[in-house]
């Protein structure tokens, strides 16, 4: 498929949802709606990188999602351990680099080892990078960023009297990453739900009916052309905002 998209997102976040749904509309238990889910993801995975995208993050697991039935909880783990274990190879052979945001450490062993082996071995590709956001929430992240800068001044690493943006963002589990363009959201619903709440807050959000088990790379290139249309002004005027680019 070619598609002819100027202004691409370098970054774009992904708020997968609607798997339940899928599995509940054909008379399937909830966890088959995530094995097909599991699946949309390689499928955007490599979608985006063909549609120009540097960067895909993928809300995987919240930190509220622990709250959910402990089966599904316990299959959603698995299935990432599973998913893991098979991508290794295919994210070397597709140079994907693989990188976590959220409190990994909570994680059960089994899929913290193979996080850790599949990011030490994919970290030296910088074409594009897949972030999978895992028992993630954004107040956590920004309570986790207050200790360690608490920590840091009360070293003497940071000067309090410095404090800005700048110096703060570095202590955000995204240190490093760029902010994301784009925040899509599938099946619907149209809420942020604890993502990346300092980081998209200059993003633009596209909300689609699709459920994720359904989304295909033709819904990707559709909301990367929606994005196109859209004028992103951070905070200036339209005017200044041609007047920039005309120069
Ligand atoms: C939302 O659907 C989706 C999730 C809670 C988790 C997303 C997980 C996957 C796509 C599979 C595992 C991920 C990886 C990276 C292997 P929902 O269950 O909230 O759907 P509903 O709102 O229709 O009930």
Redesign the pocket.
């Known amino acids: 498929m070619s598609v002819l998209v100027e202004n691409i997102p370098q970054h774009v976040a992904i708020i ?9 509309k054909r008379g399937l238990p ?1 966890i088959e ?3 097909r ?2 699946e ?2 390689r499928t955007a995975t490599l979608a985006a990188r063909d549609l120009g995208v540097r960067m895909l993050t ?5 930190i509220e ?1 622990w709250k ?1 039935p402990q089966d ?1 909880v316990g299959a ?1 783990m698995g ?2 351990e ?3 274990k098979r991508e290794l190879e295919t994210f070397v052979r597709d140079r994907v680099r693989l990188r976590t945001i959220g409190r990994i450490e909570d994680l059960p062993a089994g899929v913290q080892k193979v996080l850790r082996m599949t990011t030490e071995e994919t970290k030296h590709f910088n074409d594009y990078t897949l972030v ?1 956001a ?1 028992n993630y929430g954004a107040r956590t992240e920004m309570v986790d960023a207050a200790r360690a800068y608490a920590a840091a001044v009360a070293a003497g690493h940071e000067k309090l009297n410095d404090s800005s943006w700048e110096t703060f963002d570095r202590y955000l589990y995204t240190a490093g990453m760029p902010e994301p363009d784009l925040i899509i959201r599938t ?1 619907g ?1 149209t809420r942020v739900s604890n993502f990346l709440l300092l980081q998209g807050a200059y993003a633009e959000y596209i909300f689609t009916p699709v ?2 088990p359904d989304f295909t790379k033709a819904d990707l290139a559709a909301a990367l052309a929606e994005y196109s249309r859209r004028e992103r002004r951070f905070g200036l005027t339209s005017e200044q905002v041609k007047a920039a680019m005309d120069k």
Do not use: I, K, P, Q
Request: no cysteine.
């Open positions: 997968m949802d609607g798997n339940g749904r899928w599995a509940t909830r709606g995530h094995r889910g599991v949309t993801v993928l809300y995987a697991f919240s999602n959910r599904e959603l299935l990432l599973y998913y893991l999978l895992l099946s619903e459920l994720w």
